[in-house]
């Protein structure tokens, strides 16, 4: 079992899972009771997974927003080769793709 709690206004969600055999009797329902379950030794491990609306929300444009990644992307000025370029220069999101990042991680990583 898992839980999921809004996080508030940066649209963040955590997701709580615990390893032991069974799952907290009661699970956290709110902010301050889970930080109690997380200081309690009931909780073993945490996983928490989050999205682009972390980023966005410090101010970290995303891939497509205006000034994001896929927006600001300049292929002549990236190491990759001429078919790689012409990849990114016809399509932006061709940068993340798994085929050109495992090729060359560069145009991503850059």
Not at 40 to 61: F, H, N, Q
Not at 67 to 96: N, S, W
């Amino acid at each position: 079992r898992h839980l999921s709690l809004d996080a508030g206004k940066t649209h963040s969600w955590c997701a709580l899972a615990s390893t032991g055999r069974t799952m907290p009797s009661r699970l956290p329902t709110n902010v301050s009771s889970l930080a109690k379950f997380i200081a309690s030794p009931e909780c073993r491990s945490i996983a928490i997974l989050t999205g682009a609306g972390v980023s966005v929300a410090a101010g970290i444009p995303d891939f497509r927003s205006p000034g994001g990644m896929y927006d600001t992307l300049r292929p002549e000025l990236i190491t990759a080769t001429a078919a790689q370029r012409r990849a990114m220069a016809a399509d932006p999101t061709a940068v993340v793709l798994k085929d050109m990042f495992f090729a060359n991680a560069f145009p991503y990583l850059e």
